[in-house]
Nanobody, 122 residues
């Protein structure tokens, strides 16, 4: 059974930092692309960042230069370091795993985490 367990969300002030973690089990982690998405209330899930099995790394324009995705294949874990956070980064963040190169498309991922709330507010 595949599980993606997220942690690290919470409340932070504008300009602050948070690191999300997503620990995977039940799959061949090295063979999967890992992505982060977020979902504003009442809107569709949107792409944030992805790191492929071959270390390809891409970001959405809204987070480029502020967020960093990394993965540790020895721990089957992917991370999202979020710096210079803004109120508009407030969302539920999801990690996802997929055998795909279409990193930006949620439908190309096979497995999803439970979601983790990030709130940026003073």
């Amino acid at each position: 059974q595949v599980q993606l367990v997220e942690s690290g969300g919470g409340l932070v002030q504008p300009g602050g930092s948070l690191r999300l973690s997503c620990a995977a089990s039940g799959l061949s982690f090295k063979a999967f692309a890992m992505g982060w998405f977020r979902q504003p209330p009442g809107k569709e899930r949107e792409f944030v960042a992805a790191r492929g099995w071959n270390s390809d790394t891409i970001y959405s324009n809204s987070v480029k230069g502020r967020f960093t995705i990394s993965r540790d294949n020895t721990k089957n874990t992917v991370y999202l370091q979020m710096n210079s956070l803004k109120p508009e980064d407030t969302d539920v963040y999801y990690c996802a795993a997929g055998r795909t190169c279409n990193y930006r498309y949620g439908a190309s991922y096979e497995y999803w985490g439970q979601g983790n709330q990030v709130t940026v507010s003073s």
